[in-house]
C-alpha cells in the first residue's frame, strides 16, 4: 500500500507525461476514483488515508492540504520526496524515500487517469460524485467508509471509469 501523496505525486506526473495536467480538485476527485477502483478490482486499498466528504466532494486531506497553495491552476510536475517519521524505539527520526508505484497499483491508476483525462472541468467530475451514493450518503466533512465505496462500485461498475 501506497500514502495518498505517493499516490498523488504518481498521478500529477502521469497527467503530464500524457499532457493532460490537472488542478488540486480534479487530484481530489482522481484520488478518490483511484481509490475505489483499487477496491473493486484488487480488492484492497491503493492507500491508507481516508476520504472525507467535502462540500465539493470527496477529499483526501492530505493531498489537498499539500497542493492547495496552486488554487484552480494545475499542479506542476513532482519531484521525488523524502518523509520523516519519527521511530519511537529508537527515539530517532528516519527518513525514509517515497515508494515508486507498480503494477497491479500503477495500472489501475493510469486507467483511471486516461478515463478522466478529457474532463478539463473539474467540476464535472463534481456533480459526478455528487450524484453517486458513497457521497451522498455521508455527512459533510465525514469519512466516507471504504466498504461503501467498494460496495457501490462493485454493483455500479459503469459509473467508475464513466
Aim: hydrophobic content about 35%; glycine content about 2%; overall charge negative.
Amino acid at each position: 500500500m501506497y500514502t495518498a501523496i505517493e499516490v498523488a505525486k504518481y498521478v500529477i506526473n502521469y497527467s503530464h507525461d500524457i499532457n493532460h495536467p490537472i488542478s488540486n480538485l480534479k487530484l481530489q476527485k482522481l484520488l478518490y476514483y483511484i481509490q475505489a477502483a483499487s477496491l473493486v478490482e484488487s480488492g484492497h486499498k491503493c492507500f491508507e488515508e481516508p476520504i472525507i466528504a467535502w462540500e465539493f466532494g470527496p477529499v483526501v486531506e492530505e493531498a489537498y492540504q499539500l497542493y492547495k497553495e496552486y488554487g484552480r491552476s494545475d499542479i506542476p510536475r513532482q519531484n521525488a520526496f523524502k518523509k520523516m517519521i519519527f521511530d519511537s524505539q529508537q527515539m530517532k527520526i528516519v527518513i525514509h524515500e517515497s515508494k515508486d508505484i507498480v503494477n497491479p497499483e500503477k495500472g489501475i491508476i493510469e486507467k483511471v487517469v486516461n478515463a478522466y483525462k478529457n474532463i478539463l472541468n473539474p467540476f464535472e467530475l463534481v456533480k459526478k460524485t455528487h450524484q453517486e451514493d458513497p457521497w451522498k450518503n455521508t455527512d459533510i466533512n465525514q469519512e466516507i467508509e471504504c466498504s461503501v465505496i467498494k460496495e457501490f462500485y462493485r454493483r455500479n461498475s459503469e459509473k467508475l471509469y464513466a
